[in-house]
């Protein structure tokens, strides 16, 4: 891994420079721009979906052209699949060249984990422990894996973000809504 600042590429040239290297491994790549503010200023997104296979390499590919921004890490309960996306702005903090790059993968429920990335970005830690324990997808290689969101007594096999149905869920859940009940 490099890290030293490479010719900087468009939204274009960004997906390119993936494709290149994965091929077919990238599942699907979308290029998005709109604008916004009163200015209208123009921001470009970038939406990928890549096959898991690639998932670490993908993320050292993306640190060797140029280190980025890594804003959060979200995911999905897909049924028999978490989705997980990465969030990154690359060209962080150059007025209007940002490019916010999105990166999608899928963990199947049936082996659901997948490599850390604190090895390349250590901020991704707080984002990574969050997924463990509300969506129960196991990180290979996290530096701390304890909890950080759920108190201590909160069950180990029930994880709140998914859709499924998960035994003991419905005891734990308070519904702030309804009130005191008396």
Same mark, same amino acid.
């Given at each position: 891994? $490099? !890290? @030293?600042?490479?010719?900087?590429?468009?939204?274009?040239?960004?997906?390119?420079?993936?494709?290149?290297?994965?091929? $077919?491994? =990238?599942?699907?790549?979308?290029?998005? @721009?709109?604008?916004?503010?009163?200015?209208? !200023?123009?921001?470009?997104?970038?939406?990928? &979906?890549?096959?898991?296979?690639?998932?670490?390499?993908?993320?050292?590919? %993306?640190?060797?052209?140029? /280190?980025?921004?890594?804003?959060?890490?979200?995911?999905?309960?897909?049924?028999? !699949?978490?989705?997980?996306?990465?969030?990154?702005?690359?060209? /962080?903090?150059?007025?209007?060249?940002?490019?916010?790059?999105?990166?999608?993968?899928?963990?199947? &429920?049936? *082996?659901?984990?997948?490599?850390? =990335?604190?090895?390349?970005?250590? #901020?991704? %830690? =707080? @984002?990574?422990?969050?997924?463990?324990?509300?969506?129960?997808?196991?990180?290979?290689? =996290?530096?701390?894996?304890?909890?950080?969101? %759920?108190?201590?007594?909160?069950?180990?096999?029930?994880?709140?973000?998914?859709?499924? *149905?998960?035994?003991?869920?419905? &005891?734990?859940?308070? !519904?702030?809504?309804? #009130?005191?009940?008396?």
């Amino acid at each position: 891994m $490099t !890290n @030293t600042k490479k010719e900087q590429l468009d939204a274009k040239g960004l997906v390119k420079y993936f494709k290149d290297e994965f091929k $077919t491994k =990238i599942l699907k790549a979308e290029i998005r @721009t709109r604008t916004a503010g009163s200015k209208k !200023n123009e921001f470009v997104e970038i939406w990928m &979906k890549i096959d898991k296979s690639i998932f670490k390499k993908m993320m050292k590919h %993306l640190c060797d052209y140029q /280190f980025p921004h890594l804003a959060v890490v979200s995911g999905n309960d897909l049924g028999k !699949n978490i989705e997980l996306i990465y969030h990154f702005s690359v060209n /962080f903090g150059e007025r209007f060249k940002e490019i916010s790059l999105n990166i999608a993968v899928d963990v199947p &429920k049936t *082996k659901c984990e997948i490599e850390t =990335i604190c090895d390349l970005i250590p #901020g991704a %830690l =707080i @984002t990574e422990r969050e997924k463990q324990e509300m969506l129960g997808v196991k990180i290979i290689g =996290i530096p701390d894996d304890r909890r950080l969101f %759920l108190p201590k007594d909160f069950p180990e096999d029930v994880y709140p973000w998914r859709k499924d *149905k998960q035994p003991g869920l419905e &005891k734990l859940i308070r !519904n702030l809504h309804e #009130g005191v009940k008396k």
